[in-house]
C-alpha cells in the first residue's frame, strides 16, 4: 500500500509474505515456457523526442508522483492510431527556460511519428495527470478533455486536424483540483456522451508534507491529506454540460481517485463506474439506467482484495481474460501489494483469483501502474501487461528490495485459467528499465497485433511493436453510432469463431489515467473465419453481422447490415 507519515511498510511485508510463497510456486513453471509474444523496442526509429517533466523541484509535492497518462487514438482520421503525451508543469519552487507541455505526435506509417502540437492546437501547458477521449459534440471527431492539478481542459476537435478549446464554454474545467483518470460514457442512454472525472486529494502548496525513512526524505501518502469526491458532468446536448455529482449519487462519496474506467459489468445494458482508490476502498457505482448511481464496491467484491486489504490502486482495466463473456477487471497497485485479477461470477459479484491464476506473479516488489487485458499473440485469450516503476527516486537508499527504474512486466495468458511470466523471454521491448506510468495499446503499424507506447516519468517514452511470429488470425472492429453516440462507448461487441465466443467493449479513458483501444482487437487463433458478429449498442438496439472473413479492420455501422472493410 501506499506509505504515510505513520509507516507501514515492515507490517504490510509481513501481512503479505504468504503471496510470495505462492507466487514462487509459479517460478519453474515460468521457466519452462518459451514466449509466444515478441515485443521490440522502437522507441529510437520512431523519431518522438517527448520528455517528461514532473515539475520537481526537490520539494517532494505529491502530484509528482502521479503524473501522468497518455492516449492512442485517431485525431485526425487518416486511419493510423496517433499518439498524445500527457506533460507536468513547474511546480513551487521549479523554473525553466522553456516551459514543458503536451505533445502531439501524427503516425506517418512505417514506424515514424511527427510531432503537431502547436500545428494542432494541443500544447496544453498545465499539469497534466489523466486523458480521456470522445466525441462529445457526437460530429464524428474525437475530442480531447485532460484532468489536470489545476483546471482541466477540452480541446473540441475541428475536423481539420486542429483542436479548439472549449472549456469555458463547456463547463467542464473542474476547480483547482489534483485530477486523476476520466471517461467519457452515457450515463443514460440519451446518445450522447457524459464525463466522470476523477479527483485525486486535497493538496495544496500550504498543507504540503514530506516523510523521512531511515533519514531519507520521501514522498508522502495519499492518506495525509483529506479525500476528495469526483465529479459527473451529464452533457447538455448543445456544448455545454452540468454538474451533476450530487444529485447522480456520486458526491456523497469520497476517495481518492487515480486510475479508472466505465463498463457494463453487470450486463444490464447500461455503463456502470468502476473508480480506483488509493489506499481505501475502490469505488464502484452502479447505474439504475437513468444517470443516479449507488456505491457499491464492497457487496460486488472490488473495494478490497482477497484478504480484505484497501490496495493502494493504480490502474484499472477491464476484459474477458477467461472467455466466459463475463467482463472482469485487472488493477495494479502500491509495493507490496500484488496487481489484482477479479473474476467476474456473473452474478453482480467478483472473486480475487490472482493467486490461483498467478495473474500477480512478479508485482509484488514493485509499484505498478499502466495495465492491460489484450491478446498480443492472436491465440484467442487476453494476455496482461503491467508499466512498472518506483515514486521515489531514491528508494535504495531505504529499501533493498525494490528500485526506482524496474522492467517492466508481461504475463502470457495460458489458456484462460493461468498466466505465465515471461517478461525475460520476449524481446528487448522487456529490457527496458525506467520509472514508467501511464500506458496505451493499440495496432500502430496497422498489421493486425497489439504494440505498446509507455510514458516514463522523468524520461523519454518507450514505444514498443509487436513482432510476434505466429500465423494466428485476428479481426479489428469501429463501431459507428447512429442513435447512439458515434465511438459506439458503452457497447458490447461478441464474436463467435467456430468453438470461440470473444467478448469486449469500448471504453473511452482506462488503465492508469491513459485512453486506448477504442478500435477493438480479437485475437482468433488458427480460425480463419468469423461466423457471427453482435453488437449490442447503449440503448437496447442489437445487430448482427455474419460469415467474415478474418484478418481485417471493420467498420460496423449502427442498424447496418454489412460489415465494411477498411
Known sequence: MRTSASGCQSSCFLRKSAAVGLLCLYVLLSDCVSASIRLRDMTKQTGIAFIHTDGSSGKRYIVETVSAGVALFDYDGDGDIDIYFLNGAPLRGTTVKVPPKNALYRNEGGWKFTEVTDSAGVGDAGYGLGVAVGD?????????????????????????????????????????????????????????????????VDFTYENHQIVRFNGYPAYVGPMNYYPTSDTLYRNNGDGTFSDISIESGIAAHKGTGMGMICADYDNDGDTDIFVGNDVAGNSVFENNGAGKFEEVGLITGLAYDLGGTAQGTMGVECGDYNNDCLLDFYVTSYQRDLATLYRNLGDGSFEDVTRVTAAGDGTLPHVTWGNSLVDFDNDGDRDIFIACGHLHDNVELFDNVTSYHVQNILLENTGGERFVNVSDKCGDGLEVKLSSRGAGFDDLDNDGDIDVVILNSRWEPTVLRNDSANDNHWIQICLGGVKTNSDGIGAHIKVTAGDLTLLDEVHSGRGYQSHYGMRLHFGLGNRDRVDRIEVHWIGGGIDVFENIAANRLLTLTEGGSKAVSE
Not at 485532460?146 to 476537435?157: D, E, K, P, S
Not at 469555458?168 to 476547480?175: E, L, Q, R, S, W
Open 136 to 200: 462529445y459534440d457526437n460530429d464524428g471527431d474525437p475530442d480531447i478533455y485532460l484532468n489536470n492539478y489545476g483546471f482541466n481542459l477540452l480541446y473540441q476537435n475541428n475536423g481539420d486536424g486542429t483542436f479548439t478549446d472549449v472549456t469555458k464554454k463547456a463547463c467542464v474545467a473542474n476547480g483547482r483540483k489534483v485530477g486523476a483518470g476520466a471517461c467519457f460514457l452515457d450515463i443514460d442512454k440519451d446518445g450522447d456522451l457524459d464525463l466522470y472525472v476523477a479527483n485525486y
